[in-house]
């Protein structure tokens, strides 16, 4: 921070407006201080109760977290069974965990552990992460004085391949076992985005029904769960008072939670200062195709239908006789394009493009793309790397195109504060009409919310709960899916 302090930087408030605590080692994770400078300015400012809220969290964390006294009595419990029965109370030293399994792409992952902590928050739990093959590697510690990684001496030995079938399951507990939690030493919540309704009735839970009684929840989700949560009522006042603001819930969480590693903050910074620091304006498009890794001409058609109707890149002069056509008079501005995706081809055919004909403005676009890696990989540390510095440096455009049903997307959106256009996804290889579509807010989309009434919790009868309530609204890009607006 002081180098760029001295380099004529103004001085900038690094703590977020108190999302941030001081105190932590600068130099261990630079991006928690640096940020702030390579970002916009806040567009979404914490409320005063949010900020409470996130200072008990963290008390919390650190009193219950793991190498404490309440952990290794919780984790002793959880190995031996003792305790496990009705009468069990959470409560035994104020402790009571959520452990979240890491599965899924990056971006799902991104998206899991942000909302798992406001589930956490909102139930007095203390949030440990599965740290996966390549978490550490990719993210600093939020807390201090403790850590958020579940310990590699965890008791449960195969909590990883809990399935929705399982006895602790919140489905079977809440819909076979009348909610008795009588000699299960956890709980198990399945909120895959294909759960059965029965465990998305969780979405629903007030944890006074029978969750208060366990120690240890286990959650699966590989969604943003945030929406969900919004449409239970139990939690509305609350809620109310920590996001006055229904459009900013991700972004100011990843805010507070998500600082890449030096390594990774290393990649961004350095991409960041070679191609995008100097331009005029900067361009963001996320690539994300689901049909397969080769290229496909419907896809570029539709980025270029997309930023041409919405004014983001301008168009070429192309003469006759196949040469480049004559280029108006340049105007001064620049347009630093980034590209994300797994083939470069799109890339290349777009800086082509400005290479072979000059802008029809006069603006000089060049056009950038980090990485290449043709297809998605799981468990490798550089793999995922990449991917969270491309999704980081996607935050720091001004501007974003994202591919519909991509998490990867929404996270570089969210993460940025930038209310995207969205690429609806094609059908039958062909460009949709319209290509894309602003989005509504900067908030992430849950692909697998709870399709019934919270209060009815009528599971065989689906309703749209996309009219519930006035800021969980169906998505532009998945209807079924819900988003807060
Ligand atoms: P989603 O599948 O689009 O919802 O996004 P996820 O991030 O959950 O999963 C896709 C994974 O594929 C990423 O985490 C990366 O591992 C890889 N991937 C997809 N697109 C890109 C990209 O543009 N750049 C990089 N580096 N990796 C990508």
Redesign the pocket.
Known sequence: VASLAARGEPKKDVLLGGLLLPGFDEQSCVSRYQSVYYRKNMTRPPSPHLLRRLRQQEALQRRCGPGTEPYRRASERLRSGQNAGDDFVATVDGCGYLVLISY????????AITSAFLYAMLTGRVLLLDPGKTMADLFCEPFQATSWMLPGDFPLEHFRDLGEDAPESYGNVAVNRSGSVAGLRFVYAHLDHAATPANRLLYCDDHRQFLHRVQWLILRT?SYIAPGIFLNPAYKEELDMMFPNKDSVFYLLSRYLLHPTNDVWGMVTRFYHSYLKNADERLGI???V?DGDEPFQHILDQILACTSQEHLLPGVVVSGGGGGGVAPPPIARSKAVLT???NSWYHDSIRDMYWRSPSATGEVVSVH?????L????F?ST??M??L???YLLSLTDKIVT?G???????GAGLGGLTPYIMIKPENHTVPNPPCVRAMSMEPCDHGPPYFECTKKEIDKIIDTGNLVPHVRSCEDVPWGRKLA
């Open positions: 899924r792409g990056l971006g799902n992952r991104i998206l590989d996320q690539i994300r689901f994300t995706g797994l793309q980090p990485s290449h890696e297809h998605q990989h799981f490798r793999h995922d990449k991917a510095a491309e999704m591919s049903w991509s998490t990867f997307g929404y996270v």
